[in-house]
């Protein structure tokens, strides 16, 4: 969503590079950069406004001018400006002391509202909770039969008393209050510790939705209001969110259909026009693609900076940690990487989500979105066919794949055999890299980094000898050069004593750097 906004303002920081001094003129050019990006972006302009001129100010002040990097210290302050806009700090939901803890939402028809509500049940569920639905939406037809479906699919039991209507031409009978009522009752009975109230919405802001909106609200006095607000909305959505502010008070926003394309000026818009926070994100189809929004972690995301925490919880989340010991287990012993290895982590990788987007978190991942966008995330599904259209033997030693078995796996996978090719010569250099990277001999190609053994540099306790600098004479030179081949090429002493060793020393079969369990076919 922030694309457009992200490129505009990377391409504004890099006309600061290499200068070693700001002046006026500078400041006052990348502010104005900053103010196209953002009016662009359908930011508010009383927010625009506001922004530009914090960021001014402190590009003049003492902070830049006297700043080893000037043009570091304003990506800075764009940065910590742009937090504070979006929220300063993360919101979470404010438990009650006495259980259950009761959860309103409101917003427009089609932001989202009956979806998020089982986004939200299945995050609390996550989190150890144990929720309830209640299908207060009485007038949008089907909307209780959709909760129902989303609230099976998240495990999560829905409270819905009245059937509410099935089609346009019906008229709504049920009592939307009543229905609140009698679900938080319901909660406190079947001892849940949370409750979501689903109310209606409307096409547009009307007295009616607010009256009925304020009724539910007075009626079950919930510890959280969450006005739920489509981020494609554009500059609408301010006087939205001043219209429900001041007609149930909420207390935090939530934001849908984030994964959109349009500009995303909302995100940016609402936090500091209502003084409410954002508190929840809603980033996919999926009721897994909900996440607590950090203000912190979207303005990295904006800047090009990266998201690595997020994608850091992802992974813990989802990543299986008998199969994370497993692997560590494996590559501690020095054990061949089979395909078997790989489909496993093919798997693992599969279930933190799409690729795409966990690739958009990493730092400077603007620079390959082109390549993003045309990644087609079936490619997965083909790799995992042509590994499972092996034999055992085959994930085992992939080395015996002839022609005629690559024939029969691409025909297994319905591809061709020029991917199945591809694939086999992949996994080969996979295969060395975690080989060599396991002997301690680092990673092919890049510099030396600390582990075991000592990745690609000198062995830990091992003398670095540098050879000895050539004399500058071409005489001296020259018999230098001459001494050295005699010396390379004088006979060697051979070793007296046994084939294995000198005298009756003890035999170590460890000092042949064999294979691991070959040394069971040397027993004497």
């Known amino acids: 969503m922030f694309n457009s906004l992200s490129d505009r303002l990377t391409a504004t920081f890099k006309n600061l590079r290499g200068k070693g001094r700001l002046s006026e003129a500078d400041v006052d050019a990348t502010v104005r950069e900053i103010r196209r990006a953002l009016l662009d972006a359908d930011v508010a302009v009383p927010v625009v ?3 530009t001129a914090r960021v001014r100010e402190r590009a ?17 302050i764009v940065n910590d400006e742009l937090v504070t806009i979006l929220g300063g700090e993360t919101r979470r ?52 039969k959709q909760l129902q479906v989303n609230g099976e699919r998240a495990g999560v039991p829905v409270f819905a008393p009245h059937p509410g209507v099935s089609s346009e031409s019906e008229s709504a009978t049920g009592d939307p209050v009543a229905v609140a009522q009698a679900g938080v009752a319901e909660a406190k009975s079947k001892l849940h510790d949370v409750v979501i109230v689903d109310t209606a919405g409307r096409l547009g802001i009307d007295a009616e939705l607010m009256a009925q ?10 510890d959280e209001v969450l006005f739920v607000i489509d981020a494609m909305i554009g500059q609408d959505a301010v006087n939205t969110a001043k219209a429900f502010d001041d007609g149930v008070n909420f207390t935090g926003v939530v934001l849908s259909k984030l994964d959109g394309d349009a500009r995303g000026g909302a995100a940016l818009s609402v936090a500091s026009i209502t003084g409410k926070p954002v508190m929840f994100a809603s980033t996919g189809e999926s009721l897994d693609d909900f996440e607590l929004f950090h203000p912190d972690r979207m303005a990295s995301r904006i800047l090009d900076m990266g998201d690595v925490l997020t994608l850091i919880e992802q992974a813990e989340k989802n990543w299986d940690k008998d199969e994370a010991e497993r692997m560590a287990k494996k590559f501690a012993d020095q054990e061949d990487f089979t395909l078997d290895d790989f489909l496993s982590q093919m798997q693992q990788i599969r279930k933190m989500g799409s690729m795409k987007k966990m690739l958009m978190m990493m730092p400077g991942a603007a620079n390959i979105r082109q390549q993003l966008e045309n990644f087609d995330e079936r490619e997965i599904d083909r790799v995992e066919a042509i590994v499972r259209s092996m034999t055992r033997h085959e994930r085992v030693a992939p080395k015996i794949i002839n022609g005629s078995r690559r024939a029969r796996i691409a025909k297994g996978s319905g591809v061709h055999v020029s991917e199945v090719n591809g694939l086999l010569e992949r996994f080969g250099q996979a295969q060395k890299m975690m080989k060599k990277m396991a002997q301690g001999g680092g990673i092919p190609g890049m510099p030396g980094v600390a582990g075991p053994g000592g990745f690609g540099g000198a062995r830990k306790g091992k003398k670095v000898v540098k050879k000895k600098a050539r004399s500058g004479n071409p005489a001296k030179a020259a018999a230098e050069l001459r001494a050295a081949q005699e010396k390379s090429n ?15 020393e003890e035999f170590d079969p460890a000092s042949l750097n064999l294979p691991k369990g070959f040394e069971k076919f040397l027993g004497k």
């Open 490 to 504: 004088a006979p060697k002493a051979l070793p007296t004593g046994a084939a294995f060793g000198a005298g009756n």
């Open 213 to 222: 909106a304020a009724n539910i609200r007075a009626a079950i006095n919930p």
């Open 49 to 51: 406004r506001e922004f």
């Open 93 to 144: 939901i404010n438990l009650a002391k006495n259980p259950p803890t009761v959860i309103m939402l409101a917003g427009l028809q089609g932001a989202g509202k009956t979806t998020l509500a089982g986004k939200l049940a299945k995050w609390l569920k996550a989190q150890g909770h144990s929720p309830l639905l209640v299908a207060a939406d009485l007038q949008r037809p089907n909307a209780v």
């Open 60 to 76: 003049l002040g003492s902070e830049v001018n006297e700043a080893l990097n000037p043009a570091q210290q304003i990506v800075k």
